[in-house]
């Protein structure tokens, strides 16, 4: 073997190891809500937060046609512990809240606005404030808290 080629294939070997580093502890997620098929869902059921990432970047976006209006059929992306989501949820259905339908006095720990179609907002969430949530008040969740919307639902996993 030259020594050209040996350099080469080192570094070849070098750029996969750091690729796979760089891929491994992704501090940012893209989140969409209102599916064709399913209006009322998001189009995942986790999102893994690793905790190397000292804040991660979560966009919620309404991919919702424009004929759902923020009104109608609104969505937006609150994160707390389990213990926490029924309280929220129902503080935050209150009429009087409406269109964005949400109590800042609840007690969640993030939340983005509530959109309309073709809308999306952005979340610089702390990891350490997940951590120390988690400890207090349960696993983690993200729902919507759009007045019947219960099903859209699904866990924050740390690792
Ligand atoms: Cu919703």
């Known amino acids: 073997m030259s020594n050209k080629i040996r350099l080469g ?15 491994k502890d992704k501090c940012e997620t893209v989140v969409k809500a209102g599916l064709a098929k399913q209006p009322m869902a998001y189009d995942v059921k986790e999102i893994v937060i690793p905790k ?13 046609m424009a004929a759902f209006t923020k009104a109608s059929m609104g969505h937006n992306l609150v994160i707390s512990g389990e213990k926490k989501v029924q ?16 109590d800042q006095k609840s007690g969640y720990l ?7 179609p ?9 990891t350490a404030k ?3 949530t988690e400890k207090n008040d349960g696993n983690l969740v993200f729902y919507c808290t759009f007045p019947g919307h219960l099903m ?7 690792k």
């Open 118 to 126: 073709n809308e999306s907002d952005k979340l610089k969430i702390s």
């Open 87 to 102: 309280d929220i949820i129902s503080k935050s259905s209150n009429p009087k809240l409406a269109p964005d339908y949400l």
């Open 130 to 132: 997940l951590i120390t």
């Open 9 to 23: 294939s080192m570094l070849a070997g070098l750029i996969l190891i750091s690729g796979t580093a760089f891929a």
């Open 110 to 116: 993030y939340a983005t606005k509530m959109l309309g």
């Open 52 to 64: 190397a990432c000292k804040t991660f970047t979560l966009t919620l976006m309404n991919t919702n």
């Open 152 to 158: 859209m639902k699904g866990k924050i996993i740390l």
